[in-house]
Each structure stands twice: as C-alpha cells, then as structure tokens.
C-alpha cells in the first residue's frame, strides 16, 4: 500500500514537472524579452514543479556574468550573485559548464562547501545544468528539489530537455536582437542616404539599363525642369539628343563590360521648356546578385562655366596671337636689322684689319678676336630669331619647318626623330601651319626633357578635308589624370598650351599615354 502511495506521488510529481515545461514552453513562444523570460522560468518551476528555489546565471564565453535571475530565494542569492561577479564558480557550477549531463547533488550542505547557498539546501538535493545549444553555453539554471526526486532517471531527462528548451529560445532571442541590430543599423544608413541623396548639390539620377528612371533627387527636377513625379515616369531619351543617348549607352556598354572606371564626360540636356543647358555626369553601375541592374548618374550643369572658359579661350587666342605677330616682328627685326648691323660692324672691323701697316701686331690680334665674337654674336642672333619664327615656316610651309626642327633635335643627338607623310603634302592656312608647328615643337621639348624615349615619330596625315599630326614616342609614358587640366598642378602647363593652341582652330587635341608604354599627342585640324 505504501509503495503504491509513493508510485502516485512520483507519478504526481512527474505531471507537475511536465505541466511546467509546457508553461514554459508557453512563455518562450509569447515572451520575448531575455530577463522577463528567465524570471518567468524560475517562477514556473517554484510555483508548477514543487521545487524549493531556483535560480539562473548567463555568462559570457569569457564567463563574466551578464544576467541573473531567481525565485525562491530573494535576498538569500545576493551572496550568490556577488560571487558570480568575482568571476568564482562553485565547484557544481563549474563541473556543469564542462559536461553535458545535468549535475546532481544529493546533499548539498556537506558536498559544496564553497556555494553560499548550501546551508539553504539542508535536507534538500540540487541540480544544476548548463544552458547550450549549438555549441555555444549561455550559462547555468540550478534548482533545489526534494532529494528523492534525484534518484528519479524521468526527473533527471526532464530537467535536462527543460534545460535544452530555454537554451534554444536564448538562442533565438540572440538572434532576434542580431536582426533587430542588423535592421535598425540598415535603417540609419538608407536614412544617411536618403538625406544625402535628396540634400545633395548636384543631380542625381538612378535609372534601369533601358533608360527608365525610378528615382530622382530634388536638384534633378531642378536642372531638367520636370517634377519629381514627371520624371519618375520618364525615359533619358526625353531630354537627350539621339548622338547624346548613343554616348550615354555607350558608356553604359563599357560600364557593363567591365572596360572602363567611372569617369566624367559632357552630355547637352534638353530642359522641359526646351532650353539647352550642358552638364558634365559621372556614372557608377548598380549590380544585384552580381548583375548589372541599373545606373546612378550625377549630373551637375556646367553651362556657365563653359562660357566662362569660351570667354577664356578668346582672351587667351588673342593674346596667343598677339604674341605670335610680336615674335614675329621681333625676329624679322633681329634678322633684319641687328644681325645686318653687327654683320657691317664685323665688314668694318676686317675692312681696318687689312690695313697692316698701320697697326701693331697686338692691335691686329684684338681686331681679329672682336670680329670673331661678332660672328659669334650674329649666330646667336639668327639662332633666337629663327626660335622665335623660323622664317622657313612663312616662307616655305610645314613640313620643310618640321624638317628642319627634327633635324636640329638629331643634331643634339638625345632621340632620333623622324618625319612620316601620309598624303598628298599641301600648303595649309598660316594660322593651322603656325598652331601645328608650335604644337609638335613643344612636344619634342617634353619629349627631350622627360620622357627618356630614343625614337619619336612625327606623323603628317593629309586628308581630303582635314589634316592629322601625331607626335609618338617610346619613352616611359606616365599616368593620364581624369582631366588635363588637373597637370596644371602638377607643373605639366606645357600639354595644357598645347590644347589651348589647338582651340585656336577648334581643332581636337588628345594626349595617350601609359607608363612604360610612351605617349602620342594627337591633334586633327579640319582644312
């Protein structure tokens, strides 16, 4: 009779312990706050299971304790917690973090010396277990329960599958915060860009690979005159030219290829009230999954600061051939004047050198020396002249004046330049033959001075209609900058004459180059 009595009891005690995993099972689904949880658990198993007290410790992977949590015991498991902050685990504490199995203590009071809580657990047993799931240990739960209940195998299996249940919902509740961090940091940067975007100076467009824009920022609606909404329904087609869209699509083709970096260039923007304005974009392409999906173009308008240095390049042609006709006129009159006057002077000095007999030898020696540096002195003079315009340019044209500059940097004997003809060779315009000449003149100079090339090509291609000069050498080359002008700073002012040269006949002027692969200026002039 009394065994049955007992089998009841164990049976009793088993439904208890049963009904509380499930009300704690209850409370992982609907509670997802971390402390809330674990106070809730303690409670569940002092007020569900018939246990005395019991109680939760979180610890870090370096076990610093992070949370704790307690029923059944108030004030009594401040020691406990002290102690847990110490760093200083009880000896079932630390015998559970390392096993998998729950650890059973019959009597606490004479086992565990070293846990404030013993003298709590007098005629009681305690089981004590770590929290893990996946690998990773969350911490400890530790509950005082009647010591007959330990020698139950049912009782043991179903604390450690309790055990098991809260550590997956830690687990989960990990990761919900994980995504809630990951979701709120998302947030913070698509609010950065959003105010980035619709605050930003220049205009923004973001469009499909078709043309179709999707979004557009307020500077956008400004530039084009559109609304936000107009152009959210709109394709670039709408406000570019045929020969614009072909460039942009063509920029978008090497973008796509993966043959170009993201680089400015000039588009002419048509306005919704049919004005002209023209921008400068730069373009970066937008990928999906690694897929190309879209384009963002900044788009700012440089309509005046293209006047501006229309304006510029006027003052700068007029000055450039205001200084040319100087040249001209001071060479023709070194030539003409002072090298004919010291030439006389030096007729004079000879004409008194014959008369022998009336001068000493010593006179005769210093008249001869004197007439040697005039010589001297007229070479120097025709030399500058000839720098300042080589007479055989008006005289005879181009390419005899281009002959005679190669000949001369051959003489100097640091490259070996030559002359090539393609076409028909002609007389040009005095202004194109001028511009072409000055060009590949200081193009030598930069070779001779820094590229550290052996040969140099000068290449005269004449067309029907328009006239090509390349200047080509095998030098070391170096590294373009985005825009020409930027060698401004760099000291580099003598590429940048040579394009502002070039748009004194609104000819094309390019410059190539790679280091270790030597460097081309190329201009075309339309005759």
């Given amino acids: 009779m009394t065994e049955c009595k007992q089998e009841e009891k164990r049976i009793e005690h088993l439904k208890l312990v049963v009904r509380a995993i499930r009300k704690v099972n209850q409370l992982i689904v609907t509670e997802k706050n971390r402390d809330k949880l674990l106070i809730g658990i303690c409670d569940n198993l002092v007020e569900n299971c018939g246990y005395y007290n019991a109680w939760v410790a979180l610890l870090d992977e370096s076990r610093t304790l992070m949370a704790t949590a307690e029923s059944g015991l108030g004030e009594k498991f401040q020691p406990m917690v002290e102690q847990l902050k110490d760093g200083k685990l009880t000896t079932c504490a630390q015998k559970a973090l390392v096993e998998s199995a729950a650890v059973v203590t019959i009597d606490p009071p004479s086992t565990c010396t070293d846990c404030p809580l013993a003298k709590e657990y007098s005629g009681r047993g305690a089981i004590t277990a770590r929290l893990e799931y996946g690998g990773r240990v969350y911490g400890l739960l530790s509950a005082s329960v009647p010591a007959d209940s330990l020698m139950e195998a049912e009782e043991i299996s179903l604390f450690e599958e309790f055990v098991g249940d809260i550590a997956f919902s830690l687990r989960y509740i990990e990761l919900e915060e994980e995504r809630k961090q990951v979701q709120r940091a998302a947030q913070k940067a698509e609010s950065r860009y959003r105010y980035l975007f619709n605050n930003a100076g220049n205009a923004i467009f973001i469009r499909d690979l078709k043309g179709n824009i999707i979004e557009v920022n307020q500077e956008a609606a400004a530039l084009t ?30 973008l796509v290829k993966g043959r170009a970096h993201t680089k400015r260039y000039e588009l002419e923007l048509i306005k919704k009230d049919g004005t002209r304005v023209v921008t400068e974009s730069l373009s970066r392409l937008l990928t999906e999954k690694g897929q190309p999906v879209g384009i963002q173009a900044m788009v700012w308008d440089i309509t005046e600061q293209k006047r501006l240095h229309k304006n510029l390049q006027s003052y700068i042609a007029e000055i450039t051939r205001a200084q040319e006709d100087e040249r001209k006129r001071i060479a023709r009159e070194l030539h003409d004047e002072t090298a004919q006057s010291l030439a006389c002077l030096a007729q004079d000095i000879e004409d008194i050198s014959r008369d022998k007999d009336q001068l000493s030898e010593e006179t005769i020696q210093r008249l001869e020396q004197l007439r040697t540096r005039i010589g001297n002195m007229i070479e120097e003079v025709r030399r500058f002249s000839h720098e300042l315009r080589p007479g055989v340019l008006d005289q005879v044209g181009l390419m005899p004046a281009l002959e005679l500059l190669a000949d001369e940097m051959n003489e100097e004997r640091k490259v070996n330049v030559r002359i090539k003809v393609i076409g028909s060779e002609r007389r040009l315009s005095a202004e194109a033959e001028l511009v072409l000449f000055r060009i590949t003149q200081e193009a030598l100079r930069n070779i001779s001075k820094h590229s550290q090339a052996t040969e140099t090509m000068v290449r005269v291609e004449f067309d029907a209609e328009k006239v090509k000069l390349n200047v080509i050498d095998n030098g070391r080359g170096f590294e373009l900058p985005e ?41 075309e002039v339309a005759e």
């Fill in 225 to 254: 005159g559109y609304t936000l909404d107009e152009l959210t329904k709109m394709n670039i087609s709408r406000f570019l030219s045929t020969a614009n869209l072909m460039l942009v699509m063509e920029k978008q083709q090497a």
């Fill in 483 to 523: 825009l020409l002008d930027e060698f401004a700073s760099r000291g580099g002012l003598g590429l940048i004459g040579m394009r502002e040269r070039a748009s004194l006949l609104d000819s094309s002027f390019s410059v190539t180059s790679l280091p270790g692969k030597g460097t081309t200026v190329a201009i």
